[in-house]
C-alpha cells in the first residue's frame, strides 16, 4: 500500500498518552524483524528513567512510559539518538536461541484446513505437509494472546489471506497460517487465519516457574507425524507433545 | 482462616487488583479492576493501599459471609446491598460480624461494582498479580462455594474505622470520552475522524472485560487501506475499527497487538466512565491534543491522591435507624472535634 507522502523509516511515533513506536517497516521481512529484537535489547540496556516496558512487535519496538517522569521530548531524542548508533537492519540476532523440533499432525479432524490453505498455495495436500514440515521458521515476535508467536517466514505462494469467516475456535497447540506466516495458539481462540497442524505444545503455563515457553528469535520446525503418534505423545503425557529443544549455534 | 465465603455468585464476578505490569513483549495485557477510579474509591474509604485487590462484581453481586470480624466497602456500579436484610450505603466502608449475610443484588446503574476487605482479598499471586484475566486464562470466575482469603489489616488500629462514605460524580450513565491521535490515526480521512467525535454510540451486546462494542447508527469509519496493515502493539482505550470499520474500545484486557486500525486512544483517565455504560446509555468522543489528554490525566492522577481526604463520616437517617434509642443523642459527651470518623490524613487524627 502506497499513500502519498509515505513515511521514511525509521519512525517514531506516539502511542496513546503513554506509550512511543519506533518503527522500522511497514513490511515484514527478515532484516526489519532483526532490528526490533536488536533494537528493544538496546533500549533495555539504556535503563532509562520512566521507562514502564518494552515490547517488539513484527516490525517495531514499543516503549511504555510514565510522562510524568519522562517527558515525550525527552524520550523521542534518546530513542532518534540511539536509532543514529548504528544500522540496525543489520544487527545480527539475539544470543540464547532455542530450535523447537515439534511433532505435528497436519491435516486428518485434528488439523482440518490443511486442504484448503494448500489449495490456496497451489500445492498438493502431500506437497505441502512436505513443504510446511521441512521449513524451519523463527519467533518474529510474541503478541496478542500469552506466550504466542508469530512465525515466519513462509515461501510466497504461502501468502495466502485471512478467511472472510472466522473459525469460532481452534484448541492449544493449533498451528493456524495465513500470509506467509504460522500463528501457534497458546490459548484455545477464534482465528481468521487456517488451521493447518495441530502440535502437543502449551506455550503459557502460569504456574511454572518460566511460564513463557518461547522467546522471540527462538526457531521452530513442525515435524509432520501421524495420528497414531500425535495421540500415544498426548497420553503418555510427553512434555511438550514430544518437542525437542536444543541451543542454536551462532 | 480469615475468609470470605462465596454462598451465591452471579455469573461474571472476578478478583481484580491493578493487573500486570511488564509482560506485554510476552503477549500477556497487564489487566486489572475495569474501572480503575472505584479500586482507589475503595482502598481511600479503608484507608489501605489501593493495589489490593477486590471483588468486581459485573451486572451482580452475591451472597457472603465472613469468617471473621472485618470492614468492607462498596464502590462502583451502585448494587442493592443489605447486610443481614438492613440496607448498606453504597460508597461507603461498614463492618461485618462473622455469620453475618451480606447481600448484594444487580446493578442499578452502571456495570461494575465492587466489594472491597479490610487487607484485600489474599488469593494466590501469579506473575506477581491476583487479577484473573479471562482472555489468558488466568483464573476464572467465582463460583458458589468458593473460599477467597482475606488478608490481615495492614491499616494501624487507630485508622482502622469504617462509617465513611465518599460522594461520587456519575460515572454509570454514559458522556464523554476524550481521545488524542495515536500512530494510525491518519489512516483514516479527517472528515471520518470529525464524523466519529460527532457520532452518538451506545454500547453492543458484545462487551467483556476485553473489548465494548460501539453501536452507531449510518456508515461506519473505514480506514484507507484497511486489511493490509501489519500487526502492531495494542494499548487500552484504543478505538480498533473492525474489517466494515465498526469500533471496538479495547479495554485493559484486551489482546497486546492486533491488525485492525484504531482510529485514537481514550484517555486511561475516561476508561472507567467508558466500562460502566449500560446498555442505553450514550457515550460521545471528543478529540484532545496530546498536551491537553497529559493535563487531563496528571489533574485525575492528583484527584486521586486526593480521594483519602475526600471521605467523610457517613450521617445516618434517624428514619432509618433502628438502635436510634441506644445512641446518645444529647450531653455532649464526645465533642464534635474527637469524632472518630474525622477523616484526616494526619497520623493518629483519629483517635
Redesign the interface.
Do not use: K
Given at each position: 500500500m502506497s499513500r502519498e507522502g509515505s513515511p521514511t523509516y525509521p519512525l517514531i511515533r506516539n502511542v496513546g498518552l503513554s506509550g512511543m513506536l519506533v518503527s522500522f517497516g511497514d513490511q515484514l521481512d527478515e532484516a526489519t524483524n532483526r532490528a526490533t529484537l536488536a533494537f528493544r535489547g538496546a533500549v533495555d540496556d539504556l535503563a532509562l528513567s520512566g521507562v514502564v516496558e518494552t515490547a517488539t512487535s513484527l516490525a517495531s519496538v514499543f516503549v511504555r512510559f510514565d510522562p510524568a517522569e519522562l517527558p515525550h521530548e525527552r524520550l523521542h531524542a534518546a530513542l532518534a539518538d540511539l536509532l543514529q548508533t548504528r544500522d540496525w537492519r543489520e544487527a545480527p540476532l539475539p544470543q540464547g536461541r532455542r530450535f523447537w523440533r515439534v511433532p505435528t499432525v497436519y491435516g486428518t479432524e485434528l488439523a482440518p484446513q490443511l486442504a484448503e490453505a494448500a489449495d490456496l498455495a497451489g500445492l498438493s495436500e502431500q506437497a505441502a505437509i512436505d513443504e510446511l514440515g521441512a521449513a524451519r521458521v523463527r519467533v518474529l515476535t510474541i503478541g496478542f494472546a500469552p506466550g504466542q508467536p508469530y512465525l515466519g517466514t513462509l515461501g510466497e505462494h504461502w501468502d495466502i489471506p485471512r478467511q472472510s469467516e472466522v473459525t469460532p475456535q481452534v484448541p492449544v497447540g493449533a498451528l493456524v497460517l495465513a500470509i506467509r506466516q504460522f500463528v501457534l495458539f497458546s490459548t484455545a481462540s477464534p482465528t481468521g487465519w487456517r488451521h493447518v497442524g495441530q502440535t502437543g505444545l502449551t506455550l503459557f503455563q502460569p504456574e511454572a516457574a518460566d511460564p513463557f515457553a518461547l522467546r522471540a528469535g527462538d526457531e521452530l520446525q513442525f515435524e509432520p507425524v501421524g495420528t497414531a503418534e500425535f495421540l500415544r505423545l498426548r497420553e503418555t503425557g510427553a512434555p511438550q507433545g514430544g518437542a525437542i529443544v536444543s541451543e542454536v549455534s551462532a | 482462616m480469615r475468609a470470605l465465603r462465596v454462598l451465591r455468585i452471579g455469573p461474571s464476578c472476578t478478583v481484580q487488583d491493578g493487573g500486570r505490569?511488564?509482560?506485554?513483549?510476552?503477549?500477556?495485557s497487564q489487566g486489572g479492576a475495569a474501572d480503575r477510579l472505584a479500586l482507589a474509591e475503595g482502598a481511600a474509604l479503608l484507608r489501605q493501599d489501593a493495589g489490593l485487590a477486590a471483588l468486581e462484581m459485573a451486572g451482580m453481586g452475591g451472597l457472603f459471609e465472613a469468617t471473621e470480624p472485618m470492614r468492607i466497602a462498596l464502590t462502583g456500579a451502585e448494587m442493592q446491598a443489605t447486610l443481614d436484610g438492613a440496607p448498606l450505603v453504597w460508597n461507603g466502608s461498614h463492618r461485618i460480624e462473622p455469620g453475618q449475610r451480606l447481600e448484594i443484588g444487580a446493578a442499578r446503574r452502571g456495570v461494575y461494582g465492587y466489594l472491597h476487605l479490610g487487607g484485600g482479598l489474599a488469593t494466590p499471586q501469579?506473575?506477581g498479580g491476583r487479577s484473573t484475566h479471562l482472555?489468558?486464562?488466568?483464573g476464572a470466575p467465582l463460583a458458589e462455594g468458593d473460599i477467597l482469603p482475606v488478608g490481615e489489616e495492614t491499616t494501624p488500629a487507630a485508622r482502622r474505622v469504617t462509617g465513611l462514605c465518599l460522594d461520587v460524580a456519575d460515572r454509570f450513565s454514559g458522556g464523554e470520552l476524550r481521545l488524542?491521535?495515536?500512530?494510525q490515526s491518519d489512516l483514516f480521512d479527517p472528515a471520518v475522524r470529525r464524523r466519529f467525535a460527532e457520532t452518538p454510540f451506545t454500547p453492543g451486546r458484545r462487551a467483556s472485560r476485553m473489548a465494548l462494542q460501539l453501536m452507531s447508527e449510518g456508515e461506519g469509519f473505514a480506514a484507507?487501506?484497511q486489511l493490509?496493515v501489519?500487526?502492531?502493539?495494542i494499548?487500552p482505550?484504543?478505538v480498533q475499527m473492525t474489517g466494515d470499520g465498526r469500533p471496538f474500545l479495547l479495554l485493559r484486557e484486551a489482546?497486546?497487538?492486533?491488525g485492525y486500525p484504531r482510529i485514537g486512544?481514550v484517555?486511561?483517565c475516561d476508561l472507567s466512565r467508558a466500562v460502566q455504560a449500560a446498555a442505553g446509555a450514550v457515550l460521545r468522543f471528543r478529540w484532545v491534543s496530546?498536551a491537553e489528554?497529559?493535563v487531563q490525566?496528571?489533574a485525575h492522577?492528583a484527584a486521586l491522591a486526593r480521594l483519602p481526604s475526600a471521605c467523610r463520616p457517613l450521617l445516618r437517617d434517624p428514619a432509618d435507624m433502628a438502635d436510634l434509642l441506644s445512641y446518645q443523642l444529647i450531653g455532649g459527651v464526645v465533642s464534635a472535634a474527637a469524632d472518630p470518623f474525622e477523616p484526616r490524613d494526619e497520623p493518629g487524627a483519629e483517635t
Amino acid at each position: 500500500m502506497s499513500r502519498e507522502g509515505s513515511p521514511t523509516y525509521p519512525l517514531i511515533r506516539n502511542v496513546g498518552l503513554s506509550g512511543m513506536l519506533v518503527s522500522f517497516g511497514d513490511q515484514l521481512d527478515e532484516a526489519t524483524n532483526r532490528a526490533t529484537l536488536a533494537f528493544r535489547g538496546a533500549v533495555d540496556d539504556l535503563a532509562l528513567s520512566g521507562v514502564v516496558e518494552t515490547a517488539t512487535s513484527l516490525a517495531s519496538v514499543f516503549v511504555r512510559f510514565d510522562p510524568a517522569e519522562l517527558p515525550h521530548e525527552r524520550l523521542h531524542a534518546a530513542l532518534a539518538d540511539l536509532l543514529q548508533t548504528r544500522d540496525w537492519r543489520e544487527a545480527p540476532l539475539p544470543q540464547g536461541r532455542r530450535f523447537w523440533r515439534v511433532p505435528t499432525v497436519y491435516g486428518t479432524e485434528l488439523a482440518p484446513q490443511l486442504a484448503e490453505a494448500a489449495d490456496l498455495a497451489g500445492l498438493s495436500e502431500q506437497a505441502a505437509i512436505d513443504e510446511l514440515g521441512a521449513a524451519r521458521v523463527r519467533v518474529l515476535t510474541i503478541g496478542f494472546a500469552p506466550g504466542q508467536p508469530y512465525l515466519g517466514t513462509l515461501g510466497e505462494h504461502w501468502d495466502i489471506p485471512r478467511q472472510s469467516e472466522v473459525t469460532p475456535q481452534v484448541p492449544v497447540g493449533a498451528l493456524v497460517l495465513a500470509i506467509r506466516q504460522f500463528v501457534l495458539f497458546s490459548t484455545a481462540s477464534p482465528t481468521g487465519w487456517r488451521h493447518v497442524g495441530q502440535t502437543g505444545l502449551t506455550l503459557f503455563q502460569p504456574e511454572a516457574a518460566d511460564p513463557f515457553a518461547l522467546r522471540a528469535g527462538d526457531e521452530l520446525q513442525f515435524e509432520p507425524v501421524g495420528t497414531a503418534e500425535f495421540l500415544r505423545l498426548r497420553e503418555t503425557g510427553a512434555p511438550q507433545g514430544g518437542a525437542i529443544v536444543s541451543e542454536v549455534s551462532a | 482462616m480469615r475468609a470470605l465465603r462465596v454462598l451465591r455468585i452471579g455469573p461474571s464476578c472476578t478478583v481484580q487488583d491493578g493487573g500486570r505490569v511488564g509482560y506485554i513483549g510476552q503477549g500477556l495485557s497487564q489487566g486489572g479492576a475495569a474501572d480503575r477510579l472505584a479500586l482507589a474509591e475503595g482502598a481511600a474509604l479503608l484507608r489501605q493501599d489501593a493495589g489490593l485487590a477486590a471483588l468486581e462484581m459485573a451486572g451482580m453481586g452475591g451472597l457472603f459471609e465472613a469468617t471473621e470480624p472485618m470492614r468492607i466497602a462498596l464502590t462502583g456500579a451502585e448494587m442493592q446491598a443489605t447486610l443481614d436484610g438492613a440496607p448498606l450505603v453504597w460508597n461507603g466502608s461498614h463492618r461485618i460480624e462473622p455469620g453475618q449475610r451480606l447481600e448484594i443484588g444487580a446493578a442499578r446503574r452502571g456495570v461494575y461494582g465492587y466489594l472491597h476487605l479490610g487487607g484485600g482479598l489474599a488469593t494466590p499471586q501469579r506473575l506477581g498479580g491476583r487479577s484473573t484475566h479471562l482472555v489468558a486464562a488466568l483464573g476464572a470466575p467465582l463460583a458458589e462455594g468458593d473460599i477467597l482469603p482475606v488478608g490481615e489489616e495492614t491499616t494501624p488500629a487507630a485508622r482502622r474505622v469504617t462509617g465513611l462514605c465518599l460522594d461520587v460524580a456519575d460515572r454509570f450513565s454514559g458522556g464523554e470520552l476524550r481521545l488524542v491521535e495515536s500512530f494510525q490515526s491518519d489512516l483514516f480521512d479527517p472528515a471520518v475522524r470529525r464524523r466519529f467525535a460527532e457520532t452518538p454510540f451506545t454500547p453492543g451486546r458484545r462487551a467483556s472485560r476485553m473489548a465494548l462494542q460501539l453501536m452507531s447508527e449510518g456508515e461506519g469509519f473505514a480506514a484507507a487501506g484497511q486489511l493490509n496493515v501489519l500487526s502492531e502493539i495494542i494499548v487500552p482505550g484504543d478505538v480498533q475499527m473492525t474489517g466494515d470499520g465498526r469500533p471496538f474500545l479495547l479495554l485493559r484486557e484486551a489482546q497486546t497487538t492486533g491488525g485492525y486500525p484504531r482510529i485514537g486512544t481514550v484517555l486511561p483517565c475516561d476508561l472507567s466512565r467508558a466500562v460502566q455504560a449500560a446498555a442505553g446509555a450514550v457515550l460521545r468522543f471528543r478529540w484532545v491534543s496530546l498536551a491537553e489528554g497529559l493535563v487531563q490525566q496528571a489533574a485525575h492522577d492528583a484527584a486521586l491522591a486526593r480521594l483519602p481526604s475526600a471521605c467523610r463520616p457517613l450521617l445516618r437517617d434517624p428514619a432509618d435507624m433502628a438502635d436510634l434509642l441506644s445512641y446518645q443523642l444529647i450531653g455532649g459527651v464526645v465533642s464534635a472535634a474527637a469524632d472518630p470518623f474525622e477523616p484526616r490524613d494526619e497520623p493518629g487524627a483519629e483517635t
